[in-house]
């Protein structure tokens, strides 16, 4: 049983909004990332695909990993043939080893999804996923922790713990939104040690 593969069949993808998120566009025309070498970027719990196709515009060769088949196949239906450098595969970004480790990972709606007590094989994840000296750009949805999620809220706090481990704090600030957004997320930028 697939609890995100039924959501897609039924139509409860509320998340989605039909496009990238506006913190990770701000992010790519930034001084930051315009002086990148542009490298190999996975989005885990890519869904749609709608953030990988915004790396791959950037130049990036973008994947976008999804446990839900229908949103694989959606993804894949909504990218333009000439974008060739994105691509999407069905896979557990939680239990699953990479082919071989990817330069860059941006996260978003991925980590609040899951079920809290999986935070911690998350940032194992992450870690695996990533090879050192690789880029975390990340976007959290800072909300008061609860049991009722998805979303599952988190803060600041509980997001330097479990990620200082393996990852180095490059810098974090409150990014772009969407409106209903504004002052929930919170974006960090780590380096894997």
Not at 128 to 145: C, E, T
Not at 151 to 175: H, V
Request: with cysteine.
């Amino acid at each position: 049983m697939n609890p995100w593969e039924d959501r897609y069949q039924d139509g409860e993808t509320h998340w989605d909004k039909g496009e990238a998120t506006p913190c990770l566009l701000q992010w790519l025309e930034s001084e930051t990332a315009s002086g990148l070498t542009r490298g190999r970027v996975l989005v885990p719990g890519c869904g749609f695909g709608h953030d990988v196709r915004a790396w791959a515009e950037a130049g990036f060769e973008a994947h976008g990993l999804d446990i839900a088949p229908s949103a694989v196949e959606g993804a894949r239906a909504q990218t333009p043939a000439e974008l060739s450098n994105a691509s999407f595969v069905e896979g557990d970004f939680l239990n699953d080893d990479p082919d071989e480790p990817y330069d860059f990972l941006f996260e978003h709606t991925c980590f609040c999804a899951i079920d809290p007590a999986q935070r911690d094989a998350y940032a194992a994840a992450a870690a695996r996923w990533l090879k050192p000296g690789g880029q975390f750009l990340a976007v959290h949805y800072m909300l008061p922790p609860d049991e009722d999620g998805p979303p599952f809220g988190t803060d600041r706090e509980e997001i330097l713990e479990r990620f200082g481990q393996d990852f180095e704090l490059i810098g974090d600030w409150e990014p772009r939104s969407w409106e209903h957004r504004q002052g929930k997320e919170w974006m960090f930028h780590w380096r894997r040690l």
